[in-house]
């Protein structure tokens, strides 16, 4: 008989253990299911509890904000326009020292997530179950997520439960474990970590890893040396706090502490942290903005062409990360710069002494206008913000107009620290001498050089497009291709003896020559020119007609307004430095006019053609006639030219150049021109205001205070061989010319033409408009 086995029923311990189990299961269970609940709540917004995520569109084209950049024509990066400065990287562009002090920082398990790092989170949820510690459980996926998409702001946080005590950054923490794990599935880890270096504010003005690098050390991400990177990358613990500009030795242990971690998981030899970790940080620190940097004036005047372009064409200069292509050739400007700044530095110091102990500001008698201050103050933006928050009242705007305050002022020796009024540190700017410096490629309109004044940080004013002045004699060459084209031709003959013009009030102009004397003496139009005859000029104006020399400077390329009276023959109306270098590139060129141009072409971030200059040509002249104007404009350079001395012995420059020197009434503005076969440049120099000059032609005339920018400029443009610029001479029409340009053998027999001179040798009224050079 089989007998049955007895089993034996649990435990009350085992029922009690084998419930807590299924309960603890149960829990998990359903807490996980409560979680993913949560999750898709999350992601899809459920009842608007959460607010939005971004969407897939943006996931795929995900915005940052990415400065322009602006690049020369030999592809030197002049600047950016930015509101953030960034320009993105690529990962080749990133050296390995830089990438591993990152992930040993900040993500060891980079490579391993997908996006959240439970072993991390683990470990933050321990240290604050037991208090000691907040820790950072964030990956370096999360924290692209949230600088990214902004996942802390408002516009993605506007949900019914952000406003809750403590959900709102379970919320945000929700919302950037979501968005890690989208760009886990989207993008490779390379992409995310060059994203995470693209995105970050370094501080200083600086927005992702390539403006980092070259903001404190002038460098490229790829040339960082491992100290450096780690450096920037102690900056992603705290920005402003670890500065290694503002706070050294804050930022001198935070590196530390990033080459210790490298040193840890094996990025770096102890020997090597041993002897960098004593090291202090060598900066080459520069923050980058419009007054620093090569060509700020050109930069600024390019923005106006480009903001416009922009509006007009749905693009965002500050934000687009467009590349803009220019015709600036960076070795150009560079000497440019050298030229303005050594000659100014110097007429500066002799403007100093020439009105020691006197105020510049005079008027046509040199007496000092003494009400000067108080007229050019009211023009100011700090006496308009006084004028409005006084309501008027003179006494209290001139109270803080002549109170002292810590300034930083511009001195030719460096800035200065002063206690000084707002009266005062207007009267010590007005004491400077401004300038403008041109350089353009004739065949193309391209310019090559753009120096817009002396110091773009403190004098934003540019007098190169921005200013127009009173061109002198420098205008005349307009007069004289007019000439030509009406008959006249480089050896006809005239008189140097009075002419005197009638006027509609019933005055007469008899414009005197620079000695105030008439030699009597037979002139050929050439010789006239290169010695700057103002009779001659007069001569001519009085047989052409002002409104013809006006037709031919518009023709040319002049567009400021012109005023159709006799004095315009000597330069009386204003004219821009842009213009006029445009306007005689035209004789170099053949006859045809090119349209100054800056801006070649435009780029999209992802490197699409988007914009391609048209350049805008005029057939102003005929071939002969501007051939013929070259050989006037030689003569200036030539033996008796007013260029002669200046070019040949001061500056040794020994080739082919046709030139200009001009100078205005009481030396208020001094000018040159110089134009060889394949480069045109134009000189101004002068003071703010007219009535600040010298007062001796010694001085302020434009073969002094203008010609040797252009000498020293070319002397170094000649002596770069990397440059190809011509010394050879113009370039002769292929067509034979209808005269003959040899004066000694032309005018032989040939009488002067003194007709509508004599008659005007002894009028009564005589009024001396212009005395110019």
Known sequence: MATRQKTSSPSPTHKVYGGVISALWLFFVSGLAVFILYLYAVSINFLNLFGELPNLRALENPKSELASEIYSADNVRLGSYFRENRTPVEYDDLPDNLVNALVATEDIRFEEHSGIDPEAMARVAAALATGRSKGGGSTLTQQVAKNLFRTRGDELNNGLLNDVPGLRTLIHKTKEWLMAVKLEQSYTKREILVMYLNIFEFGSNAFGIESAAQTF?????????????????????????????????????????????????????????????????????????????????????????????CRENGYDLYGDGLKIYTTIDSRM???????????????????????????????????????????????????????????????????????????????????????????????????????????????????????????????????????????????????????????????????????????????????????????????TLRKALAESVNSISAFLINKLGPETLVKTAKRMGITTPLDPTPSLALGSSDVSLFDMVGAYGTFVNNGTWMEPTYITRIEDKHGNLIYEHSPKTVEALSEETAYMMVHMLKATAEPGGTAYYGLRYRNGLKNEIGAKTGTTQNYSDAWFMGVTPNLVCGTWVGGEDRSIHFRTMKEGQGGRLAMPIYGAFMQKVYADKSLDVSKEPFPKPLTPLSVELDCARYNQGVQPDTEGQDEFLNLPTEIDLDAEI
Not at 237 to 258: C, G, I, L, W
């Open 217 to 309: 050390f002038n460098k490229k991400p790829k040339d960082l040396e491992v100290q450096e990177s780690a450096v920037l990358v102690g900056l992603f613990k705290n920005p402003t706090y670890y500065s290694p500009r503002f706070n050294p030795e804050n930022a001198k242990h935070r590196r530390n502490v990033v080459l210790s971690q490298m040193v840890k998981y094996n990025f770096l030899p102890q020997a090597e942290y041993d002897k960098l970790k004593v090291q202090d940080i060598a900066l080459d620190y520069r923050v980058e903005n419009q007054n620093v940097g090569m060509a700020p004036y050109f930069r600024t005047e390019a923005s106006k062409f480009l903001r416009q372009w």
């Open 333 to 523: 400007q560079q000497y440019a710069e050298q030229a303005v700044e050594a000659h100014m530095k110097d007429r500066q110091q002799a403007f100093f002494e020439h009105w020691k102990g006197r105020n510049p500001w005079v008027d046509q008698s040199n007496q000092e206008i003494k009400s000067f201050p108080q007229q050019a103050i009211k023009r100011t933006s700090r006496y308009r913000s006084l004028k409005a928050q006084f309501e008027d009242n003179e006494d209290s705007i001139n109270y803080y107009l002549n109170k002292k305050i810590p300034m930083t002022i511009f001195t030719w020796n460096g800035e200065k620290e002063v206690m000084m009024s707002p009266m005062d540190s207007l009267k010590h700017y007005k004491h400077f001498l401004q300038t403008g410096f041109m350089a353009m490629e004739p065949q193309t309109g391209h310019i090559k050089a753009w120096v817009g004044g002396i110091n773009y940080k403190h004098f934003k004013y540019d007098h190169v497009k921005q200013g127009a002045r009173q061109p002198g004699s420098t205008f005349k060459p307009f007069l004289y291709t007019a000439a030509i084209e009406n008959g006249y031709y480089p050896c006809y003959e005239v008189i140097d003896t009075k002419v005197c013009i009638p006027l509609p009030d019933g005055n007469m102009w008899c414009p005197s020559n620079a000695d105030n004397k008439y030699s009597g003496e037979k002139y």
